[in-house]
């Protein structure tokens, strides 16, 4: 079991001192991919993220890292630390099956920093859609418009915020549904995502990100107080999915492991480094690379590969990045902070 606290947080961190940030260079260039890709014994594999970071700036791809992460503020939330026997593996989409396309299904943040607002939007669907068995996505728009000061968070939308403030955002005031982008327009549910998804892996047929916008495109549409889907039929009040419990934070690994095997999928924020936006299999450790800021993320599993113990966990750059949404990152050393901030709550 690892003990967590502020100064293992910066452990992760002072790898990086090292390294003096241009944020005006190139996101992934390919002498980037292949130092790393050259050094012995690495665990997972560095590939060029076309899609997503062709033609970015090391500072635009920072942009994207919108979890906010402080150790004091994260300290007064309720703590789980109970802890049950646990198998090696365990993937939360093959154990609720009906949930299967709900857990596993890959978002896309755009060119936004509203990384906060689909890992906590995430873990509350899946374990909704667990305990009710409702496949209904619901709308990560809502987390990350309407999660602000009038109601009680401290987040900004896509310049950043907490996933502890969504949780209590969904018990106080609810989520409505919200399908991808692309189904804005058809009626299907209340408040879609309205950035358009952008390319995020080299494989991806999508507009790459930093041509995604017209300047000020991007900048947090504001929150409605009816559904922006006219055709839908349900009132915004109506449509509103509550959680039973606010935020609540994870004390331990075990502890995370028992509550996912328990409840479902869980959010995590973690630092990032410029050597994460090459990720594109195996295990993933801060090897090199420019500290980009806090990332949020949701986690649905764990396993061994090659002897190395990781978490499985989903980004929210959509299908095309990485594997196939999906990544590996080391667990039980707290890589990059990752285990010293893990928040959920209940439907």
Known sequence: MVVLDVDTLLACASAAEAFTADLSAPAVPVSFVTEI??????????????????NMTLGQAKSLMGALRDPVRRAKLPVVLEESAVPATFNSTSHWPQCGGVIGHARDQSDCGCCWAFGSTESFNDRLCIKTNSTTLLSPQDTCSCCNSAHGCQSGGCDGGY????????????LVTGGDNPSVGNGASCFPYQLKECGHHEASPLIPCPQVCSPGECATPKCP???TEKSYTTAWTADKHKAAKGAYRL???AAA?????KNGPIS?????????LTYTSGVYKHTTGAELGGHAIKILGWGT???QDYWLAMNSWNQYWGDFGYFKIARG????????????GLP
Request: hydrophobic share 35%.
């Open 37 to 54: 890709n050259s050094i012995k014994g690495l665990s997972w594999k560095a590939g060029l993220n076309e899609g997503k970071f062709q």
């Open 163 to 174: 996933t502890e403030d969504a949780f209590n955002y969904f018990m106080k005031y609810g």
């Open 225 to 227: 107080t009816a559904c």
């Open 251 to 253: 004390g331990s690994v």
């Open 257 to 261: 492991q028992a509550d996912i095997m």
């Open 268 to 276: 995590a924020a973690f630092t990032v480094y410029a050597d994460f």
């Open 305 to 307: 590969e090659g002897g």
């Open 333 to 344: 050393t707290d890589e990059c902070g990752i285990e010293d901030d893990m928040v959920t």
